[in-house]
């Protein structure tokens, strides 16, 4: 599942770098994807996990126990349950780069 998430990011950066921007909160997202840095965190590192709170990094968390997958509020962080298909992923990821689009776009940069 973990080289599946993989290409669920390259496939959400390739989409939101590549597709016509419809409005600024998509393009400050394609304009940020090419710049972060991918985390994943698994196994027994999930139970210490911190977000480390660089907002160049994206931290994926590969869930060992039952749970739903989330982006956090700041879009910094993804929890990915072990259930997760390509799709929810590639969602997931997506949510993760508008939403820290939408927190930078509010500070007035971008």
């Known amino acids: 599942m973990k ?20 409005d600024d909160v998509d393009a400050c997202a394609a304009k940020m994807a090419p710049g972060t840095k991918l985390i994943a965190v698994g196994g027994d590192a999930v139970a210490t996990f911190a977000p480390d709170n660089d907002p ?3 931290e994926v968390v590969f869930m060992t126990a039952p749970g739903e997958s989330r982006v956090t509020d700041d879009g910094q962080v993804i929890y990915v349950s072990s259930s997760a298909t390509s799709d929810e992923q590639q969602a997931l990821s997506l949510k993760a780069l508008q939403t ?7 500070s007035g940069s971008c």
Do not use: E, P
Not at 8 to 13: E, N, R, T, Y
Not at 100 to 106: F, N, P, S, T, V
């Open 56 to 58: 160049n990094s994206l």
């Open 100 to 106: 820290r689009a939408r927190i930078k776009l509010q």
């Open 3 to 22: 080289l599946g998430f993989g290409v669920a990011l390259a496939s959400a950066i390739a989409l939101a770098g590549n597709v016509a921007m419809a």
